[in-house]
């Protein structure tokens, strides 16, 4: 198992530019969440999704999207980028209270 | 979502035995308290689980008083591949995306 993969690594954008943050999981996992980590900071919730089709938001969902279309991937949006959302972004899944954790996004806007 | 507290830092030895405390008052009945370990530029990591009285796994033990307001973790024999951050969460069982706080920064010296 690959466990929970992201893409890109690494990531500068513009102020204004949109872009997709990709996540998937082969662990036929039904939950799924995305977070922020700013420096020195702990993880805060944007969005996460208890199976396909259903999504809900958390701590800091303004200026992101998310869908839910497989239970294998979970999408993360930003509609127009900010240096505010300058940050590590980190996606999990989990079929118990235990989540598993990607490698992190890191997104840098400029 | 019941709000945790724990030490922003702690600094140990090679050998010692390292205890963290989490506080976390308003804990409700439904909710299990989960330990994760950070290291740079990586995901959490699960460490623990527990609902009460003790637990203990190849990695650390946890600790929960009766009245469950408290936990701590408990890392034996640290090494300094142990340097990291380690974040208490609190949840209700069948919430998987849990809130993260700023954790404690443990530091282990030779």
């Known amino acids: 198992n690959a466990g929970v993969t992201q893409t890109p690594k690494f990531q500068v954008l513009k102020t204004g530019q949109s872009m997709t943050l990709q996540c998937a999981q082969d662990m036929n996992h039904e939950y799924m969440s995305w977070y922020r980590q700013d420096p020195g900071m702990g993880l805060r919730l944007i969005h996460y999704?208890?199976?396909?089709?259903?999504?809900d938001q958390g701590e800091v969902p303004n200026g992101y999207n998310v869908s839910r279309s497989t239970t294998e991937d979970f999408p993360l949006r930003l509609l127009s980028a900010a240096p505010s959302q300058t940050s590590v972004y980190f996606c999990a899944s989990s079929h118990s209270n235990e989540q598993f954790f990607g490698p992190g996004t890191r997104l840098t806007v400029l | 979502l019941a709000k945790t507290t724990q030490p922003i830092s702690m600094d140990s030895y090679e050998g010692q035995e390292v205890n963290i405390t989490c506080s976390h008052n308003n804990i409700a009945t439904n909710d299990y308290i989960t330990w994760y370990q950070q290291f740079p530029s990586q995901g959490p990591r699960f460490i623990i689980q527990?609902?009460?009285t003790k637990v203990t796994n190849e990695v650390a033990s946890l600790f929960i008083p009766a009245d469950r307001k408290s936990s701590t973790l408990s890392l034996p024999r640290v090494s300094l591949s142990d340097t990291a951050v380690y974040y208490c969460?609190?949840?209700?069982?069948?919430?998987?995306?849990?809130?993260f706080g700023s954790g404690t920064r443990l530091q282990v010296q030779p």
């Open positions: 999704s208890v199976g396909a089709g259903i999504t």
């Open positions: 527990g609902y009460k």
């Open positions: 969460l609190v949840g209700e069982t069948g919430r998987r995306a849990l809130t």
